[in-house]
């Protein structure tokens, strides 16, 4: 509850080996705690902090939170601007980049996924 009233932002591992290993494969991803932090409304941000021990890229990650915890393409959104919000920057550059990322966002969820 502390976390939601102060909006931490958690940098988040899809691929974490932890669950990969402690967590039958058939359902590490329905138990993973992501799914839960996801519920939550908890601020998360995916990423990995070390792609070699995790097996992940970025790309990747953000990709796993598609495939394996049914974000849509808004809830990409919000952990695209949950990252601005844990960046460590001054708020006007956090505001430039916000602005500038949704944009190139919306121009390539047009491209990718165009409306009727």
């Known amino acids: 509850q502390r976390c939601l009233e102060r909006q931490i932002v958690f940098t988040i591992v899809p691929a974490n080996s932890y669950y990969l290993r402690t967590l039958a494969p058939e ?3 329905l138990d993973h ?12 941000h995916p990423n990995s902090d070390d792609p070699t021990l ?4 970025p790309t ?10 049914g ?4 809830d990409l959104r919000g952990l695209m601007h ?6 460590w920057v001054d708020a006007a550059l956090r505001e430039r980049w916000r602005v500038d990322w949704s ?6 969820v047009e491209q990718h996924f165009p409306t009727p």
């Not at 705690?33 to 998360?44: E, F, H, N, W």
């Not at 974000?71 to 808004?74: A, M, T």
């Not at 944009?103 to 390539?108: K, N, P, Q, S």
């Open 71 to 74: 974000c849509s393409i808004e």
């Open 60 to 69: 990747q990650a953000w990709s796993m939170m598609v495939e394996q915890f």
């Open 33 to 44: 705690p992501i799914r839960r932090m996801l519920a939550m409304d908890l601020k998360v």
């Open 82 to 87: 949950n990252g601005l919000d844990g960046a």
């Open 27 to 29: 359902r590490w991803a």
């Open 54 to 57: 995790h097996n992940i890229s």
């Open 103 to 108: 944009a190139r966002f919306d121009a390539l």
